[in-house]
């Protein structure tokens, strides 16, 4: 396997978006933390290094496509079955094999939609506006800037809000790119996925703490587009711990007659404004010289501390109520370390509650207290959550640590 170190390519823009925090938080643990082998084969594909993959992958724009994903996680979490998830919900990606259908244009219009037995949950991005659907509800939830701030989203250049459901471009592109750093890249034997020859980039991080072993990203050899994303535990060399690729793809644009939303009819349809900086507030960082340009220059909010670097970071918050987070208190969230205070109040409390429907349940009807008894574990001084790929302890102190790395690192980082 042809080995190289990562050289820095370009860093693709992201805005900053809310949408849906347990869809988010799901997600995120499920990548954080799949099978599909496609069959293996010679395919007369022109050689390439390491370093010439990853600059084409990084390098290309998404295309525009449709197909369909399967979802296969296997993360050494409890059953989630007594949580009574219903129907298509994303935390159902936290175990077992799910399916989602995509659609993009491969630029700021995109649907995903995670298909269950007899459900459904999409997420329909178009710009500066998204749309999220629950077939199980019947209710669809519209995100966008206020009419005030909708011109502004555009002058600054802000990109189309992110899906809260993963998709193989996507996360391969976010994992090539990580990767710069702490890790060498090589290429793997060609594969085919959904029908299609592709190149097999494999990541391998330099550290021998980290709960990653590899991560293996199938590039398209026509588009440079990822097909499908392979996540390996270092406690596991034989079976994926998380994996993410097409089962079929098309390439070529989907139409208006799927990217535009239309509510299903009887469907309800609830609102929500999200909020952007206030004109002063971006006058006043733009005179602002202790202000960073760059992100990875900024410094971290209080409250926030890393420990580490590369695949061994270890994120620890300060003054978290865990308590009040999992009961869906609006204002856990706006006291939680990092959350911008300028958004407090008719701010990120306001758009918290906006998430969850009216009433006193937690949002998509989630028990979110059993969820949480049922993925932790008690430990000394609180609780913790083991899986493949990443480890989350809280302690009764207030203190949340989160990382790629066993717990008994998280309990060192946390006494020392």
């Known amino acids: 396997m042809d080995t190289a170190p990562v050289s820095p390519t370009r860093t693709r823009a992201r805005a ?99 298909l269950g037995t007899a459900s459904e949950y999409s997420v329909v991005t178009d710009g500066a506006q998204a749309w999220t659907y629950s077939s199980s509800d019947d209710e669809v939830v519209h995100y966008a800037p206020s009419p005030q701030d909708a011109q502004r989203v555009e002058e600054l250049a802000q990109a189309s809000p992110p899906a809260d459901l993963p998709t193989p471009d996507e996360l391969g592109r976010d994992a090539l790119e990580r990767a710069r750093e702490h890790a060498t890249v090589g290429v793997d034997a060609a594969t085919t996925v959904a029908g299609r020859d592709a190149y097999q980039v494999v990541v391998t991080p330099r550290s021998d703490t980290t709960l990653v072993g590899r991560v293996v990203v199938a590039v398209d050899a026509a588009t440079w587009s990822p097909l499908r994303v392979q996540v390996w535990s270092s406690d596991d060399a034989a079976t994926p711990a998380l994996e993410l690729g097409f089962t079929d793809v098309t390439f070529a644009d989907p139409g208006d007659a799927v990217l535009t939303f239309s ?33 990875d220059d900024a410094e971290l909010p209080e409250g926030v501390q890393v420990t580490g670097e590369g695949w061994d970071t270890v994120l620890e918050l300060s003054g978290v109520d865990a308590a009040a987070l999992v009961a869906g208190d609006p204002a856990a969230v706006a006291g939680m370390p990092g959350v911008d205070k300028q958004f407090a109040g008719e701010g990120a ?45 809280v302690l009764d102190d207030g203190r949340v640590l989160v990382g790629s790395v066993p717990v008994d690192v998280l309990r060192a980082t946390a006494d020392a």
């Open 16 to 114: 900053a978006w809310a949408v849906p925090a347990a869809a988010v938080v799901a997600v995120a643990a499920a990548f954080a933390a799949p099978p599909l082998l496609a069959s293996a084969r010679s395919a007369s594909l022109p050689l390439l290094t390491a370093e010439e993959l990853l600059e084409r992958v990084l390098d290309a724009e998404p295309p525009a496509l449709s197909g369909t994903v399967v979802h296969t996680a296997r993360l050494g979490l409890p059953d989630l079955s007594l949580t009574q998830v219903a129907g298509a919900d994303p935390v159902s990606l936290l175990g077992g094999s799910t399916t989602l259908r995509v659609w993009s244009d491969g630029g700021q219009r995109s649907r995903v939609s995670l």
């Open 263 to 295: 509510a299903p009819p009887g469907a309800s349809v609830r609102e929500v404004v999200v909020p952007l900086p206030t004109e002063e507030d971006l006058a006043e960082r733009a005179t602002d010289a202790s202000w960073p340009t760059d992100a």
């Open 349 to 393: 409390q306001g758009l918290y509650e906006q998430f969850a429907p009216e009433g006193d349940g937690p949002p998509m009807d989630l028990d979110t207290a059993s969820l949480y008894d049922q993925l932790t574990t008690p430990v000394e001084g609180g609780r913790a959550l083991t899986s493949s790929l990443l480890s989350v302890l």
